[in-house]
């Protein structure tokens, strides 16, 4: 049964994977999410800026099976146009390289405005020099892709902001 073997809870899980619930479920035991999901429904939506459909829809799809409310923009031009339509976010999963508005001119934007420079980012990139554009741009924190699901759910457990 998934989630049982231990080896289970130490799998990087690639795009693909991602979406299985069998692996999803694996996931959601490793990390006790069952707080999580009941949280989920209590705080504001997770937005996802990913250009790659695959892995934006992976991401979704991997929120969504967890109980989060997620909206999504292939671009930051798009993300901060839904930005305005929408209630500000907990926390904004962001990729660096996008046609349009990359992630960086996104961020910059974001720290412009003074309600949107409360929400929190986590980039996830496969960048090079993920870690010093962190810093630079003062996100909570970066994860490389291909990414564990496991630590992209923890990471985010630390950093959303249900008090914008």
């Known amino acids: 049964m998934p989630g049982d073997d231990p080896a289970d ?19 959601a035991v490793r990390l006790n999410l069952e707080l999580a999901r ?8 997770v937005l996802v800026v990913e250009d790659d459909r695959d ?6 799809d991997l929120l969504c099976q967890l109980g989060f409310e997620v909206r999504s923009a292939c671009n930051g031009e798009e993300a901060l146009q839904l930005l305005k339509r929408m209630e500000a976010p907990c926390l904004i999963l962001l990729d660096l390289a996008m ?23 986590i980039l996830i990139s496969a960048d090079a020099e993920l870690r010093e554009k962190a810093e630079r741009l003062k996100v909570e ?9 496991g ?14």
């Open 38 to 45: 009941t949280a989920a429904y209590m705080i504001k939506p």
């Open 141 to 149: 924190a970066a994860i490389g892709k291909p990414f564990d699901a």
């Open 9 to 27: 809870f130490n799998r990087v899980f690639t795009l693909t994977e991602m979406g299985r619930s069998s692996d999803v479920a694996a996931v």
């Open 99 to 121: 046609p349009v508005m990359d992630g960086e001119e996104f961020r910059a934007r974001q720290l412009a405005d003074p309600v949107l420079a409360k929400v929190p980012v």
């Open 151 to 164: 630590l992209l759910l923890a990471t985010m457990s630390r950093h959303w902001n249900v008090r914008l």
């Open 55 to 60: 892995c934006r829809d992976s991401l979704v």
